[in-house]
């Protein structure tokens, strides 16, 4: 009678485990949730059993209470190393190395082999690393808050509302289009807090709240870069910081004729004071051409995409060590031979001249505001309703729908 009693309180309490384990809504004082009445109906029950069928029970009790649940990443191996680890074209120190996997970045794991060797695949790159340098299972899912990056994709709605709050009464600070992603910094169970930028007064990144059911999820690693491309990327580094040197000696070239045209254009003037002859040559140059304004426009454009991929810095001015917002902005134009302001709320007042939506062309200045309506961000029209702009500190420089946030203004700078 003991051994019953004993049994039945196992049953009794792997199957209330169980029902626990299944979400319910908010029970409240007055009245007794579903997960309370499977409790009561088991009790109830067990009044009734055979010692046979608790028996049997039991056993499956202690079955299920002993299977561990497989981890998500139970096939996937995250980098532990302290930089990197070369990946082999073979299970073999001595064999060709055909790529590196960089620490935090994943892989999955298609084979292991004898003597601490995994055959993984990671991006484009397919080889073998000694597994003593991945994390896997619940080591590799405790990673995933520091290496692995969560967006947030805009769904189910043209325009969705970023609150200031977890709630739909709370004030909203812009809206978002659809099919934009953005870096998701916190998720909870009904809202997701999103990054809108990076505030250019402070350095500090800014954020809000969107309802889950307007967003999908999607977790992302960082993968293994081949040898061919990293030396890919090397080369594309290489040719911005030519491209950005070649700019620049084009401008003092451009400069230097200016100058050089001018001294002629006062010496002219001064000789034609000096002679009898009364009259002068007018040339005249039309900067209004909308056909060399257009090839300037893409050009200005053409240049700036060089340097997607590099990274934010607050403060910075470099195209290619790093610029915020109006940094990169205003190094783009100055390269070019154009003098706008520093900050964008600056460049939003005084650059160029104020343009409708409606004239949007590329190389324009599109210019962002927080809830207050202080400027704090500006991007660079490149056409076809995209921008290319410092974003923040965790993207750096980017492509992103116009739109991305509410439009403060519009400002053109060639023109």
Not at 64 to 85: F, H, Q, W
Not at 339 to 354: H, L, N, T
Request: aromatic share 8%; with cysteine.
């Amino acid at each position: 009678m003991r051994g019953k009693k004993a049994i039945k309180a196992v049953v009794y309490i792997t199957s209330a485990a169980l029902l626990l384990m299944v979400p319910v809504t908010v029970a409240h004082a007055e009245k007794s949730g579903s997960a309370e009445q499977g409790v009561a109906g088991i009790a109830a029950i067990l009044e009734y059993t055979t010692a046979e069928q608790l028996e049997d029970a039991y056993r499956a009790s202690i079955e299920i209470l002993s299977t561990k649940t497989e981890s998500p990443y139970a096939n996937l191996g995250v980098s532990k190393a302290d930089n990197y680890v070369n990946i082999r074209k073979e299970a073999s120190t001595e064999s060709e190395v055909v790529g590196k996997l960089y620490r935090g970045c994943a892989a999955d794991i298609l084979e292991s082999l004898d003597g601490g060797w995994v055959k993984i695949k990671s991006g484009d790159v397919e080889g073998y690393i000694a597994m003593d340098f991945l994390a896997i299972g619940d080591n590799a899912e405790a990673m995933v808050d520091e290496y692995a990056t969560k967006y947030a994709t805009v769904v189910n709605t043209q325009t969705l509302r970023v609150r200031k709050e977890q709630s739909t009464d709370s004030e909203t600070l812009t809206l978002i289009p659809k099919g934009e992603t953005y870096v998701v910094i916190n998720e909870y169970d009904e809202w997701v807090e999103v990054l809108l930028g990076t505030d250019e007064d402070t350095g500090a990144d800014f954020t809000g709240f969107v309802n889950k059911e307007y967003v999908n999820i999607k977790v992302e690693f960082k993968y293994a870069i081949s040898v061919e491309e990293e030396n890919r990327i090397i080369a594309e580094q290489e040719e911005a910081e030519r491209a950005e040197a070649d700019r620049k000696r084009k401008l003092a070239e451009e400069e230097a004729e200016r100058k050089e045209a001018e001294r002629r254009a006062e010496e002219a003037a001064n000789d034609a004071e000096e002679s009898d002859e009364g009259t002068t040559d007018d040339v005249s140059y039309d900067n209004n051409d909308s056909s060399s304004l257009g090839e300037l426009r893409n050009e200005i454009i053409s240049y700036a995409l060089k340097f997607v991929g590099n990274p934010y810095v607050w403060g910075g001015e470099s195209l290619t060590r790093g610029a915020d917002c109006s940094g990169f902005t205003q190094s783009i134009y100055a390269d070019f031979g154009y003098r706008i302001p520093r900050v964008s709320r600056d460049q939003a007042a005084s650059a160029g001249k104020k343009v409708s939506e409606g004239d949007l062309k590329p190389g324009d200045l599109i210019f962002y505001a927080n809830s207050s309506g202080r400027v704090n961000h500006v991007a660079m029209y490149i056409g076809n309703g995209m921008i290319v702009h410092a974003a923040n500190s965790r993207q750096g420089i980017i492509k992103s729908q116009y739109k991305y946030r509410d439009i403060y203004c519009i400002r053109r700078i060639v023109y």
